[in-house]
């Protein structure tokens, strides 16, 4: 299974805040990001004979055709895998993207590229509709195969009474996915061909260095295909077979195929280069063919235009990109001038622009100084009107109903707008917005997967693609022409290739087609033939004529990257006119049919096993504790239970009276999360105020979160409980019922590398008191602030400033430890105890060594993303007298693990502002950075 710290961190919090009340602070040293379940879902059950289909109301057809697809992956992957689930597998449906974010499957955020996932506790698989039936029907089975291997081996060890499994290697499990669930396609093939021709192709040992990446699901594809192709047919299953037989996948392959892992990749490599090597005969590449306008990052969907006013007057290219990190939109002189490139609108770092789909949805500019876009803003898309002129938004449009706004161009008047739209039950239609009215017209309203609209020089036509063609249950998408009015789409193109990116002009329909191999441009002349403007190796996207009609600009995939590419418009190949068929029947979607479904009801909740463990921990501070830890939840994820049983008596006279029990319960269903728990806790604990004391707790507690946006929320946790504290080596004792609430504002837009955030900002307020009730008497009140800032300088490169104060009164006041690697470096974890905290900390963060390869007699080992780091920290912490400031300074390096931990070692010197110890202290911890 693979390790998720967020789901981890979520079962931990729940139990750390009932173990250490008096640590009740501890909200200030939690960030996050959201996320936030906007849509209200009204859960039904589909049941067939291998599936519980999880539904909601408004895609009940597409629950019945997920079952459909379901039961038939079932069969061939029962037969290729020769196994059976004797178990129903649970298949939760989401119509769109934005919905299938809000899933409490997981508590991971899901990024959009994330189409669908296995869940392994309870065998869950969650998927999200995205249009297309031919790529709901890949995701499904995609994840079915993971489904299938975690149940095949588990069976074959338990077969050969082996409980010491050899773990599968990620790029295996996603490869042998992907080859059982769809064929080798034109993506597959551009990634393969520009990696391999590139020099920059993984061998198999070296796949590490790219887990979980698009480029790890394609390269494993390719080996499983190799596997099959070269060494037969029966040799995937019989890796399952033989697993119980080898200590690590090597072995396991050296045994199943006959050779090591090795000498598979070296002849794998060899067989890609004597199939893509000919090919550069009778192919270019983007940067020799043509003109590469961008460098950095990820840069797509160009438009160009020419401005007649204005200080900006003159032809520019605007554009979408991600440079760094965040997605935004720019614009640049047609020449790719870098000096010249300007920023226009910076996405995904509010909830205004969340996501801009920089890779899923085109955007549109006219020469008036006006773009057209569209943005994911909290439950669904949005589409703006922004002004270069005045560089604002315009206007903001929303259309209750509909929840994914792609591709949006303007009419030739800029009066109107067109886009392609998903509603709740999933369908994917083609609407008109009048750009000063808002007013909402339906085009087209049907079944099929309608993409990339644009509206005919004329304005009275709409020429889009759509799946709706004869071979379009085969993953073949078409383009087609529609009255701005509705009625029938008439077909233009026709076959089994995907045409795509649509761009109409007087001299031509130029779009991008894969019908030669790879995806190039094209232009369709109005009569029927067609014209092959470009003969690429990899692929072209996106064409736009540019204001002349000379040159057009393109997104083109090179060096494994997109960019903008400008060239000449050549008419290279004219190929024979086609001739569309019309009037052709179209295909349905089929479904299962209600004769194979079981059961069709209202979901209801019920609670199974997350985790059932013993746990043993030590602190310091807190001694030793030991027990079981429970946890529960319903299928969904919404509700969980969470069950905390120990003792930490010393002597049997005590096992009574040392019991400590927690019960928590967390309701994520709506957009107010909200929690209660209820405990009891006896334990001797130490700190440097109290010394060592006995102290009893047992009560309540009501947890609410509430998150404004996914960057934003608010916190509240009040609890009661009732406190016998006995500071025996000071002779004080205090009894009392205890009433303590504290209030949080958290916002966190940061971006992550592997060692830590190295972009935008994490702030986390709180304040809080305690008081008892039934005295009137206040315990104490406290306030701390949290403010972390990164300043991105470099790709992996930032510089990092954190501010924190903390301050607590009263008879009672709430002391934290301070100091050591994650706070004040040079001084001990705990070296401060105080009641009031000021710090300040500054950090030069850098890349030290991309990889390191150290070698031992048994073998080498890999360390990948070694950071340097240059830092000041200075604070001081008192309780009645502020005395003074102290600081310390230096340099360190941090050593990432598999995104699991990170290594972090640091050299310091301290500092009272008058002199600088002698001694250089040397820190090892493991963590993030702040």
Known sequence: MKWNKNKFRLFLIPVLILIFLPLTAIGQFYFGKNKVQYTRFEWQVMETEHFRIFFYAEEEH??????????DGYRILASRFNHEIYTPIPLIIYSSPNYFSQTNVTQSLLPESVGGFTEFLKGRVVVPFHGSYYDFEHVIRHELVHVFTLSKLESVMTRQAYFRMAPPPLWFMEGLAEYWSTLWDTEADMILKDMVLAGRLYPIPRFYEISGTYFMYKLGQSVCQFINDDYGSDKLVMLFENWWKGDDFDGIVKLTLGESLENVSRKWEYSLKKRYFPQMKDRGLADQESRQLTRSGYSVKAVPIHLADGPDSGDWVIFKANKLGYSGLYMMPPSGDRKKIRTLLKGERSATFESLHLLQSGIDANDSGEILFSSKSEESDVLYRYDLQKKKVLQKYEFPGIATIMSPRFSPDGQWGVFSGTVKSGICDIYRVNLTSGELVKITDDFYNDIDPAYTPRGDSIIFASDRCPEGDGGAINLYKIAVTGGNPLPITEGKWRDINPDPTDSGLYFSSDRDGSFNIYRENGDGTITKITTLLTGAYDPRLTPDKKNITFSGYQNTGFHIYRMPVNDSIVLAAEKPAQGTVLWRPATLGNKAVRTSVKYRTSYSFDIAQSAVSYDPVYGSIGGIQVALSDMLGNNTFYFLLTNTAESKDQFLSSFNAAVTYINMKRRLNWGAGIFHFYDEYYNDYDGYYYERQAGGLLHFNYPLSKFNRVEATSYVRYSDKDSWMFERRR???????????????????????????????????????????????????????????????????RLFAFSSTGIEPQRIYFGGSWSFRGYGRRAFYNRNILFSSNELRFPLIDNLLIGFPFGGIGFQAIRGAIFYDMGSAWDNHFDQFLGSFGAGFRVALADIVVLRFDFARTTDFHTISHNTNFEFFFGWNF
């Open 62 to 71: 597409l629950a019945k055709i997920a079952a459909r697809i379901a039961e």
């Open 735 to 801: 009894r009392a019922i205890l009433a303590s609430t504290y209030l949080s504002f958290v916002s966190d837009n940061s971006i992550w590398d592997v060692s830590g955030p190295i972009e935008g900002h994490r702030y986390n307020v709180t304040v809080g008191f305690t008081a008892s009730p039934d005295k009137w008497k206040q315990y104490n009140r406290l306030g701390s602030i949290d403010l972390r800032h990164y300043i991105r300088l470099g790709k992996y490169s930032a510089f990092a400033s």
